[in-house]
Nanobody, 113 residues
Framework: QVQLVESGGGLVQPGGSLRLSCAASGFTFSRSAMHWYRQAPGKEREFVAVITAAGKTIYGDSVKDRFTISRNNANSTVYLQMNSLKPEDTAVYYC???????WGQGTQVTVSS
């Protein structure tokens, strides 16, 4: 049974940082590209970042140079370090296993003073 469980969301002030985690199980994590997406109220789901099985990373334009995706194959976890957060980063953040229909349940990130 595939599971993707996100954690680490919360309320943070503009300019602050958060680190999201996504714990994966039920598939061969080390061979999978792992993605982060986000969805703000009333908006379409937006690509945030991806890390391939080989460790190559690609970022969406709106988060480039502020967010960092990483992975730990030993504990089947993908991370999203978010720095210099802005109010427009407020969204539900989802973990996704590339090439499949597997999504996590999402974790809420709210950036507000």
């Amino acid at each position: 049974q595939v599971q993707l469980v996100e954690s680490g969301g919360g309320l943070v002030q503009p300019g602050g940082s958060l680190r999201l985690s996504c714990a994966a199980s039920g598939f061969t994590f080390s061979r999978s590209a792992m993605h982060w997406y986000r969805q703000a109220p009333g908006k379409e789901r937006e690509f945030v970042a991806v890390i391939t099985a080989a460790g190559k990373t690609i970022y969406g334009d709106s988060v480039k140079d502020r967010f960092t995706i990483s992975r730990n194959n030993a504990n089947s976890t993908v991370y999203l370090q978010m720095n210099s957060l802005k109010p427009e980063d407020t969204a539900v953040y989802y973990c996704y296993c590339g090439g499949t229909s597997y999504w996590g349940q999402g974790t809420q990130v709210t950036v507000s003073s």
